[in-house]
C-alpha cells in the first residue's frame, strides 16, 4: 500500500495558486519572445498583388513567374487558384507566423511555416510583411506532382 500524502485547507490552496502562478509567469516570457511584435513598416501603402495558379501537363504554374513587392512592407496577395488538385506556394522564410497578418478564402498554412495550401480551384487572401530586400526562390508544388515543382522569382526591391 502507498502513501499519498494530501493537503487540505487554506495552505492546500495557497500552494496550488502559487504553483499556477509560478507556472503561467514562466509561460508568458517564452509566448512572447515566440511572438516579437515587427518593426514598423518601410511604407503604410499595402499593395494588391495576385498571383494566379494554373495545370499546364498536369503540373502548377504559378503567375507571375517573377515576384515583385516592396521588401519590409505589408502587403496584400490574392491568391486564385484553376488547378485541379490542390498547391502548396512557398517561399524560404517568407511565411513564418510573425510575417503573416491575416488569411482568409481557401488556404491553408503548413505545420512547417514555409508555405501556404491553397485548395483545389481556391481562392483567398494573403497578408503578410515581406522580408528584407533581396532575391529568393519561390515555388509552386502540386500535391500529386511534389517531385516538379514550378520554381519561380520573389525580387523584394526597396520601396519607392
Known sequence: MR???RLTGPLAGALVA???TAALAL???AAAEQSKPLPKPATDVMPPVEI??????GKPVCAPAELRLPAD???EIRVVSSAGTPVTITAPGQFENARV???DGDLVHVASEKGYLVKQNGKGTLRLRTMPAGE???ACTGTTKQNAPF???LILTPPA
Open 3 to 5: 502513501f499519498t500524502p
Open 18 to 20: 502559487g504553483g499556477l
Open 27 to 29: 509561460a508568458v516570457p
Open 52 to 57: 494566379t495558379i494554373s495545370e499546364q501537363d
Open 73 to 75: 512592407t505589408n502587403v
Open 101 to 103: 497578418l491575416h488569411a
Open 136 to 138: 529568393h526562390d519561390y
Open 151 to 153: 520554381v519561380g522569382k
